[in-house]
């Protein structure tokens, strides 16, 4: 017999672990750019010198990819990923730990997550699939060919994440697993919660919002406003950053719904005109803020 099988969840974890880490290498280690300007630097030097941060990135996003896949196939059995001959495994007569069995290269593992009908890969996508293989390899082998800039690694995510994983659930999978974590909510829960905000707006200045959305599922190239939730809890200490990557739904004039990506939640809101003069905002959150500008609205009365 096969003891200690993996379950599908054990991949998942897994897989989420590297993508988490696969962005934060690249998110710690990017400097803004007036930061190292003003030292005579440009972002282009800067990671052209730090290139094994990005090989690590990219090695980082292959091993993602590779236990989705187990995951997948997992769900409908773990032995589905062991090679070779059943009647070789050699446990008809003892046992044996699944871990000192083999598991399929990455190429087999895609023929069989298409095969066994769990997922549909575009030749697109295939291509880049491969192309991320090669760079691993050359990466493994310490002859990467060329120069990797964030922005390939940052395309390559958006290709997995919509093409292979599929748009949003990467997103409620990296919140799940950062919100599970033992340590969170030591400061803050509600602020925490909210600072998943800055992965969206780091994926924005390298993609932009039309990729970014849909990557999130949600249209964020219609007007985006700030989240009466996320945005009050991440600033209400001390001022952090904004969260306004929320968006009427339906998009009409008279809309009174909004939906927030970062905490995934609908607000009612007003369609009242801000009462700040430079504000052409008229979309005010139930606890009396402006969501164009932030400005309270009730404070006189
Ligand atoms: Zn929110
Ligand atoms: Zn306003």
Not at 225 to 234: E, F, T
Not at 259 to 275: A, H, L, M, Q
Request: hydrophobic share 35%.
């Amino acid at each position: 017999m096969i003891t200690n099988k993996p379950n599908q969840v054990d991949f998942e974890r897994q897989s989420i672990q590297y993508l988490i880490q696969a962005l934060d290498l690249i998110i710690t280690n990017d400097p803004s750019s007036d930061d190292i300007e003003e030292h005579g630097v440009n972002k282009e030097d800067y990671w052209k010198y730090h290139q094994g941060i990005l090989n690590n990135s990219l090695t980082l996003m292959f091993l993602s990819v590779e236990n989705y896949l187990k995951k997948e196939i997992c769900a409908i059995s773990p032995l589905l990923l062991l090679t070779g001959e059943p009647k070789k495994w050699g446990v008809s007569k003892s046992n044996k730990k699944y871990s000192e069995l083999f598991i399929h290269s990455f190429d087999d593992l895609l023929v069989l997550y298409q095969e066994l009908g769990l997922g549909q890969i575009t030749e697109q996508t295939a291509s880049k699939l491969e192309e991320l293989r090669i760079k691993r390899n050359q990466i493994t082998h310490g002859v990467l060919e060329g120069i990797i800039t964030p922005k390939y690694v940052l395309e390559t995510f958006y290709t997995l994440m919509v093409h292979v994983w599929g748009s949003r659930i990467w997103w409620d999978q990296l919140k799940s697993h950062v919100f599970n974590e033992p340590l969170f909510g030591i400061y803050d829960t509600d602020h925490e919660r909210a600072s998943v905000t800055f992965y969206i707006t780091f994926l924005i200045s390298y993609l932009g919002k039309s990729k970014t959305g849909e990557m999130l599922g949600v249209n964020l190239k219609q007007r985006n406003y700030y989240c009466p939730s996320c945005n009050y809890w991440l600033n209400h200490e001390v001022d952090v950053g904004d969260s306004n990557f929320a968006v009427l739904t339906p998009n009409t004039p008279t809309s009174t719904s909004l939906y927030c990506i970062v905490c995934d939640t609908v607000y009612d809101v007003e369609r009242v005109k801000c009462k700040e003069p430079d504000c052409k905002g008229n979309v005010i959150g139930g606890d009396g803020y402006c969501l164009t500008c932030f400005s309270e609205q009730y404070e006189d009365s």
